[in-house]
């Protein structure tokens, strides 16, 4: 037992929204011994959840679910299962989709329907012993917790109803990671207005704030997690700050990369001196297309939408993207100052995911300048290990490739949009004997030995590489 609450083996969780965090949180916290049902409304989805299929790729969840579920202790339901869900959940997770809105603001739709669901399934329910704690991992602006508490609260039919807790829980974990960030994250933040919730949050994470749960996962040896106990709106608030930062360091070493490529100095050398720095660190400094994903964008715009609701202004913030927007345009002018005009050459895009290791699509770089080559007449061939399908889709436009050969097969040029292991270790003579003059390879993310690319017989043009 710990600080009155039920053992950790007992708690029951409900997670509505099973995409990539909510699937991942709930397969964790299944794997540390609770109780879990993943909730979506999106029937396909629960479908294809309960005959074991998951329904996008994420390394080692397919793993955990099925453990998990022949555990009997992960199982789906749609959202009509809720109202069972909650009458026996201790805490249940709201992770479902916060996307941009019209003006860069985050849409908080989903968040609000899943925030009134809780209430009428709470409407429905016998008196509770303790409040349930209604965690909300879903980015939101800071603020928003008092919102999803008068939701559920309208949802329940009184505002007043003392049977839940609202705390923010954001989520930090990584796509290609998903697994590994959760059950080893860098710290676990946790804001709410009462301390009760906040001792439920703590025990609940106490195995691995602890890290005293088996796996095979990390040999490190276990550290103690930082559990960070804070007020709402700062939890809320942390998770923006985070990504807002990262974006701008990345924007940063572009900024830095720029100016080598004029001045003759190696940026590669340059993150080395300075990564040392304690106080800078190496990691994030990589030059390149810029960042995307399904994060960064909508988290930098939702947060400078937020400042100007105040009229503060984000000087900062707003040259992060402006200089991200110009690393993508800078691909285009890599490939002009080899091609020249881009009308009828044929570019191949080498990754087509936002990173390696996911098939998300969401604020791809590669579907900005697929969509900027073709305006220019260029004929694009793409190729994903993992995102093709979903890329062809995406842009019907674009011809996928089922291997990176066939995608570079009569190219005049290709771009390195995704570092996937495959294409960092491409067989470059073979790239150079399928591709057309003048073989140009434009390394998008400062992936391969620029040396080993021209010994092979490809051009090569990088970022801020010397
Ligand atoms: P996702 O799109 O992969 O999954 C969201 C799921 O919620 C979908 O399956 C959708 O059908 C479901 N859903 C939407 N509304 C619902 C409702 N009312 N009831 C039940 N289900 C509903 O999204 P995601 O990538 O998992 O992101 C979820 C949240 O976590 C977002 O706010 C995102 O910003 C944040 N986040 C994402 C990541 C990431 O890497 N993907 C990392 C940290 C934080």
Not at 41 to 46: G, I, Q, Y
């Amino acid at each position: 037992m710990s600080g009155g609450f039920v053992p950790v083996e007992n708690f029951e969780v409900g997670v509505i929204g099973a995409g990539y965090v909510g699937l991942a949180t709930g397969a964790c916290l299944a794997h540390l011994g609770y109780q879990v049902t993943c909730l979506d409304n999106d029937e396909e989805r629960v479908t294809s959840l309960g005959e074991g299929k998951i329904p996008f790729y994420e390394p080692d969840l397919d793993e955990l679910v099925s453990r998990t579920v022949s555990a009997g202790r992960l199982s789906f339901a749609g959202t009509d299962g809720l109202a069972g869900v909650v009458r026996g959940a201790d805490v249940v997770f709201i992770a479902v989709g916060t996307p941009q809105g019209e003006d860069g603001a985050a849409d908080l739709s989903n968040v609000a329907s899943a925030a009134r669901q809780i209430g009428r399934s709470l409407a429905g329910s016998p008196p509770r012993e303790r409040p349930l704690v209604v965690a909300n991992k879903s980015t939101v602006p800071a603020g928003s917790g008092d919102y999803v508490s008068m939701l559920i609260g309208e949802g329940a039919g009184n505002e007043d109803v003392a049977d839940f807790l609202v705390v923010s829980n954001p989520e930090f974990l990584r796509e290609g990671s998903a697994v590994y960030d959760t059950l080893f994250p860098d710290r676990i933040v946790v804001g709410a207005d009462a301390r009760e919730p906040l001792e439920t949050m703590r025990v609940l994470y106490e195995p691995i704030i602890g890290q005293t749960f088996p796996t095979q996962l990390d040999p490190r040896p276990k550290t103690a997690v930082p559990f960070v106990s804070t007020d709402l709106a700062s939890a809320e608030m942390i998770k923006y700050a985070s990504n807002a930062f990262l974006a701008t360091k990345i924007s940063f070493i572009n900024e830095i990369a720029g100016v080598c490529e004029l001045t003759g100095a190696d940026v590669g050398r340059v993150v080395n001196g300075i990564g040392l720095d304690g106080r800078i660190g190496m990691r994030f400094l990589n030059p390149g297309i810029g960042w995307g994903g399904s994060c960064f964008p909508k988290d930098v715009a939702a947060l400078r939408a937020a400042a100007r609701e105040y009229e503060h202004e984000t000087p900062l913030l707003d040259a992060t993207v402006a200089v991200n927007e110009r690393q993508r345009r800078r691909v285009i002018q890599k490939l002009q100052g080899e091609l020249h005009t881009l009308k009828g050459k044929r570019v191949a895009l080498l990754g087509l995911a936002f990173k390696p290791n996911t098939d998300d699509l969401r604020g791809a770089p590669s579907l900005e300048i697929a969509a900027a080559l073709g305006a220019m007449g260029a004929r694009t061939i793409g190729y994903d290990p993992v995102a093709g399908k979903a890329a062809a889709k995406a842009m019907p436009d674009l011809k996928v490739a089922f291997e990176p050969y066939g995608a570079l097969d009569g190219a005049h040029a290709a771009v390195v949009v995704t570092e996937w292991e495959e294409i960092r270790h491409l067989d470059l003579s073979r790239a150079a004997s399928l591709m057309r003059e003048p073989r140009l390879l434009v390394d998008g993310r400062n992936a391969l030995d620029p040396g080993a690319v021209r010994k092979a017989g490809l051009r090569y043009a990088g970022f801020g590489r010397g």
